[in-house]
């Protein structure tokens, strides 16, 4: 009788550990789940760099940049005439070279990348700019059937182009442009995004837009008061529709 009664006490001692152990396990685990999964955004100022430049030479630089675990991924532009520059991208795992593009857009275009949201998987979304059209290669061949899929009319004035981009080795799924239009003659004006931030389905974009900022169905906004307007316009992740835009004084 005696062994009976301790022998079960025994196995729920042991059970109690088992579980118990399994339990400090899984929180010792968590955080490095959660580390590995969380999305990081930066939007700033473009800075210069080339393929052919060290990770401490792009990193001194202090553009944007995005980093989880050993990998950062950091957006800027190259001076690649007096007059002209295309947009770079590149990734560093633990130092290394993984990859640097330098395709995106080659024409007289004066573009520059300036922002970038990576959830350390497969998620990642760049910032560029545009000033118009020109022949050649640039980002309309990646914007077709997206929410806008030009720079639109005129030339000059500075707007966005946000791009999917496959972390693996920076190629372009699909892009959409990001302006603000004139409602006096319909000409392109300026936008420049100033924050990323994404919840697993949405893209959600903060941007400052001049004279007028657009409506999710992209016609201008009546607005009130001098420009730049506070703008955020939340697009699917396909960048195929805006789901919903707004800006103070705006309507």
């Not at 990998?71 to 001076?79: D, F, H, S």
């Not at 991208?89 to 949201?117: A, H, I, M, P």
């Not at 931030?197 to 400052?208: F, K, M, P």
Request: proline share 4%; with cysteine; net charge positive.
């Amino acid at each position: 009788m005696i062994y009976r009664h301790k022998l079960p006490k025994y196995l729920t001692l042991l059970s109690l550990s088992a579980v118990l152990g399994a339990n400090l396990a899984i929180t010792g685990i968590t955080p490095q789940i959660f580390a590995q999964t969380s999305t990081q955004s930066s939007v700033g100022k473009g800075v210069t760099f080339t393929c052919n430049d060290t990770e401490a030479t792009i990193k001194a630089k202090n553009g944007p940049k995005v980093t989880i675990g050993s990998t950062t991924i950091y957006i800027g532009y190259q001076q690649v005439s007096s007059i002209n520059k295309d947009p770079r991208l590149v990734r560093f795992d633990n130092g290394v070279k993984r990859w640097c593009r330098s395709d995106y857009e080659t024409t007289g275009d004066d573009g520059t990348g300036y922002g970038l949201l990576w959830d350390g998987g497969s998620v990642l979304y760049s910032v560029f700019s545009s000033t118009g059209s020109q022949t050649g290669n640039d980002f309309r061949r990646f914007a077709s059937g997206r929410w806008l899929s030009s720079y639109g009319s005129g030339g000059g004035p500075k707007v966005a182009v946000l791009a999917r981009i496959n972390p693996s080795n920076g190629d372009v799924y699909y892009a959409t442009f990001l302006s603000s239009k004139k409602a006096t003659d319909g000409k392109t004006n300026s936008l420049a995004v100033t924050q990323l931030s994404w919840n697993g389905t949405n893209l959600t974009v903060q941007a400052d837009s001049w004279w007028t900022p657009r409506r999710a169905n992209t016609t201008p906004m009546t607005c009130s008061g001098s420009s730049p307007y506070k703008y955020t316009a939340v697009f699917t992740g396909d960048l195929t529709k805006v789901n919903s835009a707004s800006a103070i004084t705006c309507s």
